[in-house]
Structure formats: structure tokens, C-alpha cells
């Protein structure tokens, strides 16, 4: 498709190439000084039958009344088809760079990436999004190969180049080849599960999260744990010790914006994740959490309390313990 352009201020331009969308500086002439570039679901929402897999079980229903009216054999088709569905493969995660924006600073210039992760087959209400210049690519990258020099050999990446990196050629280019490079190492078992490859996509909207929350800014705050729970939903890592500090900030900042209903949603999840573990460090405050957000929503709190009770008498007293909000502060995130 050819590419289009629309004047949208004085010495910018808007560039559009398929469903990838720019915004660059018309044909400026590359400084010497480049700095880079050059040189789960959703909380409480079930599973849809979509497309082909809706389209089966009404074909399935329709069959059933064909052959005789029986409502037994439409039944049967049913059930069949909800087990069928807890076999299929995997859906597949799809990374889509959506946008691209020239930025200048007063020492640098240099091209932001918005990627998209996607997971096929689904429609997301809300998107799980990072934005990520070339030097952010090319770290992860670089510590990828350090590690799994052998699974990395047959992958390829975006080479720098000396000029001509704010065309709009150029970003197109290396879009396509940043959709590519992040797909080819999501299909890689070992890579996909590496603490490099995951935190390349959560751990910097952590960090922010965890600064607007210390200084109260909870909106924000709130947003930016919101995207990071989606991208470690759509990664599939709904289990990790950063998953539980993530719905940790999703709790306070909600309990902090008066959003009661939705911190004790937050609570529950993290405890059925915590269910299993019989002693963690998050246990203690996400217990007392939920006990005072149960009582404050009219919801059943003895279960929170009975297990409150167990860890009174198995550790240190429960007053001495952090809060919440003392724990996600404190949190060491490197």
C-alpha cells in the first residue's frame, strides 16, 4: 500500500502504512549527534466462544434439531464441544508496532515504538501496550544472545545505521522487523520464559506504578499497574512474585480512590493465587487487606480470618507485619 501523507502542524508530518501510523519530521537531514538509533484474561471475565468456535456450536445445535427434534443429541453435541474447547492449543500472542514518533530532546533524538500484544483468536476490551525506542531493543537483544547464544544464532535483528534513521522508510522497516524479532523469540519456550525477554515488557511500567503510587499520584498509578497486570496476562506469567505485586498495587491504589469493590476483587485473586503456599511474604498484609475491604463491602470474611488466625499462631505477631501499601513501597524493583 502506498504510503499517505496529511499535513498536521507546521514541520510535522503524519504517515500511515496499513494500520501502522507516524509521526516524523519531513525529511530532516540525520544531526551528527544522534543518540541512538543510528550510531488472562481480564479480571473476571470469562472465556467467549468467538468465530469458527461459536459457529460450531450453533451448527451443533441446528444438527441436533434436524435429526428428529431430539434434544439429547443437541446436548451431547454441547457437551462435547465445552470439552473440546479445554484441549485446543495455545492461542497465539501477536506483537504489533502501531505507531511510531520522532522525538527530540536537548541532547538526543531518537524514534518511540508503540507495540501492541495481542492474543489471536480474542478481542481485548483494553490493550496491553509498551512504547520502546531502538536502544531498549537492542539491550534486550544483546543480553538475549549473552544467554542463549545458540537459540539466538538463527535470529535476526534490525542493524544500526550511520544516517537516514528518521525516514519514513526507515521506521517502517524496522517496525516490521521489531514485530518479527519479538515473535520469533515468544516462540521460543526457554526465551519466552526468561526473566530478560518478560521484563523487556512489564518491569519498567512496575517501576513507574511503583513511583506514582509512593507519591500518591494513585489515578496514574492505577493506569500504569492496570497495563502491567495486562501484559503479564497476555504473557501468561498470572503466577509470578510480580503478578502478586501488581495486584498488590491495583488494591491500594483502588482501597485510596474510595474503589472498595474493586480492591477487594484484587485481594481475592491474590489470595486464591496464594492459596497453595503456606508461608509468603504478601500473605500477611493481603489477608488483613481483605478482612477490612470484606467488612467495609458487606462481603464473608471468615475464611481470610481463620487463616489470619493460623499465621498468628505460627509466626511473628500480625501487628508487626507491613501493611499493603508498606510492602509495594518497599519492594525492591531492579
Not at 526507515?170 to 518479527?180: G, M, N, P, V, W
Not at 511474604?281 to 475491604?293: I, K, M, N, T
Amino acid at each position: 500500500m502506498p504510503a499517505t501523507f496529511a499535513r498536521v502542524q507546521p514541520g510535522l508530518v503524519a504517515l500511515r502504512i496499513g494500520t501502522l501510523s507516524f509521526t516524523s519530521h519531513e525529511e530532516e537531514e540525520d544531526e551528527e549527534n544522534e543518540e541512538e538509533e543510528g550510531a488472562g484474561e481480564e479480571l473476571g471475565e470469562p472465556p467467549q466462544a468467538t468465530g469458527a468456535a461459536a459457529g460450531a456450536e450453533d451448527g451443533g445445535r441446528c444438527w441436533g434439531r434436524c435429526a428428529g427434534g431430539s434434544s439429547l443429541l443437541t446436548r451431547q453435541l454441547q457437551e462435547l464441544w465445552r470439552k473440546s474447547r479445554g484441549s485446543l492449543a495455545p492461542q497465539r500472542l501477536l506483537f504489533e508496532v502501531t505507531s511510531a514518533s520522532v522525538v527530540s530532546d536537548r541532547s538526543s533524538k531518537y524514534v518511540l515504538y508503540t507495540i501492541y500484544l495481542i492474543r489471536s483468536g480474542r478481542f481485548d476490551k483494553a490493550p496491553a501496550a509498551i512504547t520502546r525506542r531502538y536502544s531498549d531493543f537492542e539491550r534486550l537483544n544483546r543480553r538475549l544472545r549473552c544467554r542463549f547464544g545458540c537459540d539466538m544464532a538463527g535470529i535476526a535483528f534490525p542493524r544500526k545505521r550511520l544516517r537516514r534513521n528518521f525516514t519514513a522508510e526507515t521506521i517502517a522497516k524496522r517496525s516490521r522487523a521489531f514485530e518479527q524479532f519479538l515473535s520469533h523469540l515468544h516462540s521460543i519456550a526457554e526465551i519466552r520464559r526468561s526473566p530478560e525477554f518478560l521484563e523487556f515488557f512489564f518491569l519498567q511500567d512496575l517501576r513507574a506504578a511503583q513511583r506514582l503510587t509512593c507519591t500518591g499520584m494513585y489515578r496514574e498509578a492505577l493506569a500504569t499497574w492496570a497495563n502491567a497486570y495486562r501484559l503479564q496476562d497476555r504473557l501468561g506469567v498470572c503466577s509470578s512474585g510480580r503478578f502478586l505485586l501488581t495486584l498488590a498495587g491495583l488494591a491500594v491504589c483502588h482501597q485510596e480512590l474510595d474503589e472498595l469493590g474493586e480492591a477487594h476483587s484484587c485481594c481475592e485473586q491474590a489470595l486464591q493465587l496464594l492459596e497453595a503456599q503456606g508461608s509468603h511474604p504478601l500473605l500477611g498484609p493481603f489477608l488483613q487487606a481483605h478482612v477490612h475491604l470484606a467488612w467495609k463491602v458487606g462481603k464473608d470474611k471468615r475464611r481470610s480470618e481463620a487463616r489470619l488466625q493460623d499465621l498468628r499462631e505460627a509466626g511473628p505477631p500480625l501487628h508487626q507485619q507491613p501493611t499493603l501499601k508498606e510492602c509495594l513501597i518497599k519492594e525492591p524493583l531492579e
